[in-house]
């Protein structure tokens, strides 16, 4: 997969190329020049570092497997969210529930990528 500039004037790069790099070298943000197609339908029911290696292993294929799931596994840790669940779904009542975003390290939704 490639990146190209929203400005259009800079060469595409790979992800690790890009990673690190900020702005384009025309002053544009990267974006893919193509977006993967996911199959939401075979996430159902998997776990949060399941679906997050599935998304970013077709965005970073450049990121061998294993470190990838290295990544994942080190930066989504029960220890650190409080919970295996990254992102718990906290029944309220029958037919509502709340999405608990805010377990991370700064206690925020940003910290959930």
């Known amino acids: 997969m490639k990146y ?11 992800f ?7 702005l384009a070298s025309d002053g544009g943000l990267y974006m893919p020049e ?9 996430l159902r029911g ?4 399941d679906i997050a290696h599935f998304v970013l292993s077709r965005y970073a294929p450049d990121i061998p497997d294993y470190d990838l799931m290295d990544i994942i596994d080190r ?3 029960a220890d650190t969210f409080g919970s295996r669940e990254i992102t718990p779904l906290k029944i ?15 206690l925020a939704f940003k910290d959930v990528a």
């Not at 998997?46 to 570092?49: H, L, N, S, T």
């Open 16 to 22: 690790l190329e890009i990673l690190l790099e900020g």
């Open 4 to 14: 190209i500039s929203t400005r259009g004037k800079a060469e595409p790069k790979g």
């Open 92 to 106: 309220l009542e029958p037919g509502l529930a709340l999405l608990q975003l805010s377990n991370g390290p700064t």
């Open 46 to 49: 998997c776990g949060y570092i």
């Open 34 to 42: 193509e977006y993967p197609q996911l199959d939401l339908q075979m």
């Open 75 to 77: 930066t989504y840790r």
